[in-house]
């Protein structure tokens, strides 16, 4: 089982999980925030194209999570799975798309995997996260949600692998130029978790099989990956634990958690 960032932050979010299991692979995408053409440039690098994703999986309707997403699927035939309230927000033209409806703690079985959504506070109207395992190895998704609660840590825990949200460093949030009332939104339970946030929920989770983090959706204009990379390093309590971070122009490459 492997992951990819194909970017993340403001401008746009795609991740890419793929299993293999004898001579089937089964690929998905978490959100899509990219055009039909930057998509497709993006899967390339990675050595595929929309052809090969069996489905995409829409955490919650902000344009940067959903904007391409109803257009690739229209194009390439992909099937959707997104929570009923996302499917209501969304601004979109979803006509010829097939689209199916999740919601916490359900189990989706899309080929070689199985995908768990579950709930997060954030200021949309039924966002999910998800976490997926191929039988042996599981791989835990959060961003965007603004506050760390109990039903997360317990369904993110015994990750082999994780994708964190570290979205801003809160002194530089609040030295900002940004208008007050945004400080408060990405701030606020309903907004973003910052570094700190990131690295003490990650502290929280039960680690016995944690390899590797990759930090997420980091603030071009209120954070550095240094800073990002510092803060998760912080909350890791297991030496086996690799750190990384995935930037808004490439993304990651392929990690691999069975390596």
């Not at 050595?47 to 699927?73: M, N, R, Y």
Request: proline share 3%; charged share 20%; hydrophobic share 40%.
């Amino acid at each position: 089982m492997k992951f990819a960032s194909l970017g993340s932050g403001s401008a746009g979010n795609a991740l890419l999980v793929s299993a293999t299991s004898g001579a089937t692979t089964t690929t998905v995408m978490l959100d899509c925030g990219f055009g039909i053409r930057q998509a497709e440039q993006r899967l390339s690098r990675l050595g595929l194209s929309p052809s090969d994703l069996s489905a995409i999986l829409v955490t919650h309707e902000h344009q940067d999570h959903i904007g391409g997403v109803f257009k690739l699927a229209r194009r390439y035939k992909i099937p959707v799975w997104m929570s009923a309230g996302t499917y209501q927000g969304a601004s979109s033209d979803r006509h010829d798309v097939v689209v199916n409806f999740c919601r916490d703690g359900d189990k989706l079985a899309i080929g070689d995997m199985q995908l768990t959504p579950f709930t997060v506070p954030h200021d949309a109207r039924e966002p999910l996260q998800y976490y997926m395992s191929d039988g042996c190895f599981k791989l835990g998704v959060l961003t965007d949600t603004g506050l760390a609660t109990p039903h997360m840590v317990q369904a993110l825990g015994q990750c082999d692998a994780l994708m964190l949200e570290c979205n801003h460093d809160s002194q530089m949030l609040a030295d900002s130029s940004y208008p007050a009332v945004l400080k408060r939104r990405i701030s606020s339970i309903y907004g973003h978790l910052s570094n700190q946030d990131a690295s003490n929920f990650l502290a929280k989770l039960d680690q016995s099989r944690l390899k590797r983090v990759l930090g997420a959706h980091l603030s071009e204009s209120n954070n550095t990956p240094e800073l990002a990379y510092a803060a998760l390093c912080g909350g890791v309590k297991v030496a086996q634990a690799e750190v990384s971070i995935a930037c808004q122009e490439i993304g990651s490459d392929w990690i691999d958690i069975a390596n």
